[in-house]
């Protein structure tokens, strides 16, 4: 589904990430964990195709990112949902808009689609708030809702950066349950944190893989 | 089918997507300056094309009236200035190409020199020169060959075809002509510019909503038509506001009569008061391009 090869990446002379060589297949659960600064949102960047490689290669679903033109780029980002830290919202819009913008994007009729929207947004909680403004939302309702717009356009791969990063305990548990959901119907999953409380919660729920970056290098560890 | 086909982009375009129109929202001062300049240029415009159209018709009146007609003119002492006018119209009735030929009277010769003598001029005592019009046949005619005839039968008889008069005011209808559609191109020009100029701000403080739709997968077409319908359609209502503005203010000029001349003939006639229609679908080209190329130069520095 993604992989990368030998995979270097460097911004201006200094290298962040060294010779990475990582395949995520279909339905598989990762942990990216490694020290702040050490290159995870790098790595995510390069999965969804933000970043092209110094040296080596990254596939995306069999092809070559190198090879993807921009409307290529676009077309596999509604195959890839991202989370973002900072959720990333168009902040004059609704959020139930929001978390329709890949489907408003991609031509769809929200209209067309409202059953599935509202559907979505009583997995992740949040029917009741539909029509607030995302800096009206508390930081576990944003999270929630990128979580759902990541993945309305039902992706193959769901990529979260530190998406409990500023949550309580109880509601980092509550969006790890959905990635797992959304794992058990077959989607891949990459989670990037430093939250070790929260991989150890995971092994209960889920079989994933923690990836470790450190010292540019990329170590793959033990199945929880 | 093809033209169906097109016909349904364009209005497509004018009716535009909601959804997409949502998520890109409004920049106040681009707005506004894109409306304003929009306006202006298009009054501005309404001038340079009527100063186009006003030239290129006087123009073609100008070689109109003087290319079919000359003049003879005969000088001689009053002995022989009967002889000479008789030898002359003998000469002329007799030249293909001439329609007629007829002396201009004492109250005709008076009427073009009063101007300069007042009414009361005595035509009989001043030495006056015999003048006749000559009116030319469609096929025209051979002035180079006449003009030798009469060097032979009326010494005294010098022909002007009105090639020295025609040659520059027509080079100087067509110097204004040619400054009028100059003027437009480059009031379209600024208009462009400026409307880069805006379009750019808007992107620039659009940064972020361009991010994000490129995030959940906008192809650049998608995001770029939100900001090229938005631009497109203020700079063909500003247009039409400047249009409309400017056709007022040409119909209120002086209108033309014989002692205005040019200037009071500025303006437009006919079917050619459609010719300001244009202005706005004009506008709204050059607005439709450079907010495409404003749009396209930003969104490459994407990913």
Redesign the interface.
Known sequence: MIELEQVSYSYGEGELLSDISISLSAGSFHFLTGPSGAGKTTFLKLCY????PSAGYVRLFDRDVRSLT??D??????RIG?V?QDC???D??PIA?NIA??L????HS?RDDQSDLTELMSWVGLRSRAYALPPELSGGERQRAALA?AVI?SPDVILADEPTGNLDWEMSQRLLQLLVELNKMGKTVVIATHDLALIRAAKSQVQARVLRIANRHLTVGADL | MAQRFQLSHVMDFIIGDAQAERAVPPTGFTARLTLFAATVMAFLAVFALALSVSAGRLSERWSAELAQSATLRISAPVGQMQAQTDAAMRVLETTPGIASARLLTDDEQRALLEPWFGPDVPLESLPIPQLIEIVEADIGFDAEGLRLRLVAEAPGAVLDDHTRWRKPLAAAAARLWFLGWLSIVLIFAVMGAMITLAANAALAANAKVISVMRLVGALDSYIASAFVRRFTLRTITGAAIGMVLGVAVVLVLPAADSQGGFLSDLGFAGAGWLWPLVIPIAAGLVAFLATRSAANSTLKELR
Do not use: I, N, S, W
Not at chain 1, 73 to 78: G, L, N, T
Not at chain 1, 104 to 107: C, I, K, L, Q, S
């Open positions: 195709g933000e970043l092209l921009r409307d780029v676009a077309e596999m980002r509604r991202v973002h990333q919202f168009l004059h819009l808009d913008l890949p408003t994007v991609a031509g929200v717009r356009m």
